[in-house]
């Protein structure tokens, strides 16, 4: 059993280059999340998604796309990657009705240059 | 201000215990959550304890519950050097079932 599975682990991009971070959940959950953690900053949700076709801004969305390709898959897209943007994120994801514990894949680091 | 805070670091010897504090402010917290994050990792929910209660125990770790002062704390008996980890306090309230994280206490211990 998998859990939640991110990719890439690592990644470094130019100023203005775009890209996807993609998760994928084998745990049959309804909602999903991304979270950005920077230094001091604890954790920050980007964008949510509460079930299969809806998506949800979070606190920190500008810059940043996402798509619920369906029930397993919830990817995370840079359009034009700005230094800002470096920081490791986080996919997690829920079955809601019951405690509300997240589960977290092992996260993404990505460096903007 | 933040709506969960907590203290940043926190350096304990090994053998000691380790109490790490929370404050947050929505009064409608359903339940409180404990999360664990070692270097490299995710996150993983480590306990959580519901509004309800004022105390849970398991095993070496103990979640006390002040609802009068909004405070939450775990305290882990016996640290270890492998507990050495940040430590993320979280809440969810009657109006939503997504987590509100505090900024994560790191927890170092020596020998």
Known sequence: NAGVTQTPKFQVLKTGQ???LQCAQDM???SMYWY???PGMGLRLIYYSASEGTTDKGEVPNGYNVSRLNKREFSLRLESAAPSQTSVYFCASSEQGSTGELFFGEGSRLTVL | GEDVEQSLFLSVREGDSSVINCTYTDSSSTYLYWYKQEPGAGLQLLTYIFSNMDMKQDQRLTVLLNKKDKHLSLRIADTQTGDSAIYFCA???GGSYIPTFG???S?????
Request: proline share 5%; aromatic share 0%; net charge neutral.
């Open chain 1, 28 to 30: 049959n959950h309804n």
């Open chain 1, 36 to 38: 950005r953690q920077d």
């Open chain 1, 18 to 20: 775009s890209m996807t």
């Open chain 2, 103 to 105: 900024r994560g206490t």
């Open chain 2, 91 to 93: 809440e969810t309230t």
């Open chain 2, 107 to 111: 927890l170092i211990v020596h020998p």
